[in-house]
């Protein structure tokens, strides 16, 4: 069974740096994807970046592209210039057996972690 827990959230002022972790267990090594998303009060979910193993492919939000930056392996998520808007929970997601390049669509996953809260705030 493939389980994810999310750590590295918390408080950070604007224009900061946080380092999100998606600890991964039972993932098939070669051929699996993982996204990272976020969901704000009273706003849907929303997907941010996401990596796969089998082609190596990455995505970017473009809410996000050039601030954020997902690890190779998906596992991590880099988060610079952190602004006002970027307050949220944190998911890592996967799906494991993928063969093909993941996408930012929560339907595109079906492992989820609890999430873990960011806060900006000066």
């Known amino acids: 069974q493939v389980q994810l827990v999310e750590s590295g959230g918390g408080l950070v002022q604007p224009g900061g740096s946080l380092r999100l972790s998606c600890a991964a267990s039972?993932?098939?090594?070669?051929?699996?994807?993982i996204g990272w998303f976020r969901q704000a009060p009273g706003k849907e979910r929303e997907g941010l970046a996401c990596?796969?193993?089998?082609n190596s492919r990455i995505y970017y939000a473009d809410s996000v592209k050039g601030r954020f930056t997902i690890s190779r392996n998906g596992l991590y998520l880099q988060m610079n210039m952190l602004k006002h808007e970027d307050p949220a929970v944190y998911y890592c997601?996967?799906?494991?057996?993928?063969?093909?390049?993941?996408?930012?669509?929560?339907?595109?996953?079906?492992?989820w972690g609890k999430g873990i809260q960011v806060t900006v705030s000066s």
């Open positions: 039972g993932l098939n090594s070669e051929y699996h994807y």
């Open positions: 997601a996967a799906r494991n057996n993928a063969y093909r390049a993941c996408g930012l669509f929560t339907f595109e996953y079906d492992i």
């Open positions: 990596s796969s193993s089998s």
